[in-house]
């Protein structure tokens, strides 16, 4: 049976957003994305629709090389799964692509880890929860929590995962 690599990026792009959310977790890298190529050209999370308007978020495909990421500190993980589970994957994030329109990016659900209350709405993710939301919903298993409740460092703490990187976004080189 073949596996293919999928990757999760955790990184700290300096906005307002994740160093609120620093505050919340202690933590320095808190914005996830998810990708399915060594050199990170498909990237895919919630975050900002627009870079200047910070309360305009849904689902977006990342530039990596992009002003707001170019020189952000970031983490690069890797984990295997089968040919199949990768296309479930794939498959999951076409949906959300197709369907972008519909969703927001999740404010409330934040308040949800605050408080550790479940809340749970439809069209509306934040950034460790789409990534948790397509990797579980493939089959996978990588946090031991709901989606609802991952915060980026969760998946640093996954045995499954695999640190392949760790500097400036800028410096990253496929492996």
């Known amino acids: ?12 792009t300096g906005t ?3 160093k609120l959310i620093g505050l919340f977790t202690g933590y320095p890298l808190n ?12 990237v895919y999370s919630f975050g900002r629709k627009r870079p200047n308007n910070p ?33 479930r994957m794939i498959q999951i994030v076409k949906q959300f692509e197709s369907q972008q329109h519909k969703y927001k990016y999740n404010f409330i659900g934040l308040f949800g880890i605050l408080f550790n209350r479940k809340i749970e709405r439809k069209y509306a993710f934040f950034c460790s929860q789409f990534v948790a939301t397509v990797i579980s ?6 946090v031991d929590k709901a989606p609802n409740f991952v915060k980026p460092n969760d998946f640093t703490e ?3 995962l695999h640190k392949i990187y760790q500097g400036e976004l800028c ?5």
């Open 55 to 87: 309360f305009i978020g849904g689902f977006v495909k990342e530039d990596i090389r992009s002003e707001l990421f170019r020189n952000a500190p970031c983490e690069v993980y890797c984990f295997l799964v089968s040919d199949e589970e990768y296309n």
């Open 137 to 142: 919903q493939s089959g996978v298993q990588v």
């Open 31 to 42: 914005h996830a994305s998810i990708a399915f190529d060594d050199e990170l050209r498909e």
């Open 158 to 160: 996954s045995a499954q």
């Open 16 to 18: 307002l957003l994740t």
């Open 1 to 12: 049976m073949n596996k293919r690599k999928v990757y999760v990026l955790l990184s700290d």
């Open 171 to 175: 410096e990253y080189k496929s492996k």
